[in-house]
Structures are given as structure tokens and as C-alpha cells.
């Protein structure tokens, strides 16, 4: 089993409709991120955490809101689905520590479409 | 701005030659640098990383240089195979950067037979 599990695998969707991207991690480890990529824009940051009860915005989390239901679970949504938000996106851990962020371990990805 | 910078052309190299990617940067301060390899449709795998106060960092045939000076790090994979053919992103960790990593867009590398 991967150790960084992001469901759903693929998703399509329509304008205005509500979405969630689950992601769950058996690294045991306190730092969970969700980027979004694009062609051409490479990998951006939404949001991350660092435990349970600290959560911080990326560089582009209009649009998005996460929860941190426990260590090994973070979770992506979409309130209103808008077709700019058609990307692979993916969720990631690390064991980072301090000031360092550290390797991260990405899931496999979950492509949305938005119609 | 803060930017990173790396080739989106396509490299094409033969089987067993030595492929060189490049990372450039501006306006960052980085503590630490990494790379990594995605295949398409794949989440990256983390391959190497390096402190702002080493020059060099080795791994199988794996190297990868970081000049703080001239705000650049390479990348070379020697021997290179077909298996190597991939894009590979560079990804910066900056000193006071909120504990998290910016990347770059990726350069593909093909190699050829």
C-alpha cells in the first residue's frame, strides 16, 4: 500500500458543485501539504500543517478551504467548484523539523476537471 | 520577485552520456535545496538534497552542485538510461521561508537510445 494515499484518483466535476480531495499517510509524520499543479506553472502550495490544531494558507488557497482530522489525515475541498481549478493536485508529508521543511513524499495525485 | 528558473525545453541526450540540468534563482535566500523526479501522471519522488554550505552532493550516479554565489544549482545523472527519462523539478527551502518548499516548473529529460 502507498504510504501517501489521495482519493478520489480522478474526478470530474461541474461549475459550483462542492468537492473534496482526501488524503491519508502512514509515515507518521506531523506535516502534510496540498499543491496543485499546472502545465507550465510547476508545483504550487494550497495550504499546509503542521499538527492537528496548525493550519497556513500557501500562496494561492483562494478558493480553498482543509481539514486536519487527525495526524494521517488531511483534507482538500472546493466550496463551489470553478473550472480554473481543474489541475493535478497533490498532497504531500514530510519529517521536517525546525526550520527545515525536508524531503517530502507525495501521493499519486488527484486529477480534477471542472466543467 | 522571488523566482526559480528552470530550462522548459526539452533535454534530449544519448544513452551513457551525462545529462546536466540546471536550477537558477533569484532574489532567495535558500537553506537548503532539493530535486525531484516525476514521471507523468505521478506524484515527484524526492531524490537528493543539499545545505547552502555544501558544494557537492553525491548519490549512485547521481550529482547535484549548489553555488550560493552565482544562485545556481546542476544536476548531472552520468551514465544515463533510458529509465532516467523523466522531468525533474528543483525545489527550494528558503532560511525564515515558513517551513516550506517552492519549486520550479521542471525540466524534461529524454534520453535516447
Known amino acids: 500500500d502507498a504510504d501517501v494515499t489521495q482519493t478520489p484518483r480522478n474526478r470530474i466535476t461541474k461549475t459550483g458543485k462542492r468537492i473534496m480531495l482526501e488524503c491519508s499517510q502512514t509515515?507518521?509524520?506531523?506535516?502534510m501539504y496540498w499543491y496543485r499543479q499546472d502545465p507550465g506553472l510547476g508545483l504550487r502550495l494550497i495550504y499546509y500543517?503542521?499538527?492537528?490544531?496548525?493550519?497556513n494558507k500557501g500562496e494561492i488557497s483562494d478558493g480553498y478551504s482543509v481539514s486536519r482530522q487527525a495526524q494521517a489525515k488531511f483534507s482538500l475541498s472546493l466550496e463551489s467548484a470553478i473550472p480554473n481549478q481543474t489541475a493535478l493536485y497533490f498532497c504531500?508529508?514530510?519529517?521536517?523539523?525546525?526550520?527545515?521543511?525536508?524531503?517530502?513524499?507525495f501521493g499519486e495525485g488527484s486529477r480534477l476537471t471542472v466543467l | 520577485s522571488q523566482k526559480i528558473e528552470q530550462n522548459s525545453e526539452a533535454l534530449n541526450i544519448q544513452e551513457g552520456k551525462t545529462a546536466t540540468l540546471t536550477c537558477n534563482y533569484t532574489?532567495?535566500?535558500?537553506?537548503?535545496l532539493q530535486w525531484y523526479r516525476q514521471d507523468p501522471g505521478r506524484g515527484p519522488v524526492f531524490l537528493l538534497l543539499?545545505?547552502?554550505?555544501?558544494k557537492e552532493k553525491r548519490k549512485e550516479r547521481l550529482k547535484v552542485t549548489f553555488d550560493t554565489t552565482l544562485k545556481q544549482s546542476l544536476f548531472h545523472i552520468t551514465a544515463s538510461q533510458p529509465a532516467d527519462s523523466a522531468t525533474y523539478l528543483c525545489?527550494?527551502?528558503?532560511?525564515?521561508?515558513?517551513?516550506?518548499?517552492?519549486f520550479g516548473t521542471g525540466t524534461q529529460l529524454k534520453v535516447e537510445l
Open positions: 504531500a508529508t514530510s519529517d521536517g523539523w525546525g526550520g527545515v521543511t525536508g524531503e517530502l513524499f
Open positions: 509515515k507518521g509524520h506531523d506535516r
Open positions: 500543517s503542521f499538527d492537528v490544531k496548525d493550519i
Open positions: 532574489n532567495y535566500s535558500p537553506a537548503y
Open positions: 543539499i545545505r547552502e554550505n555544501e
Open positions: 525545489a527550494l527551502d528558503r532560511t525564515g521561508g515558513g517551513n516550506k518548499l517552492t
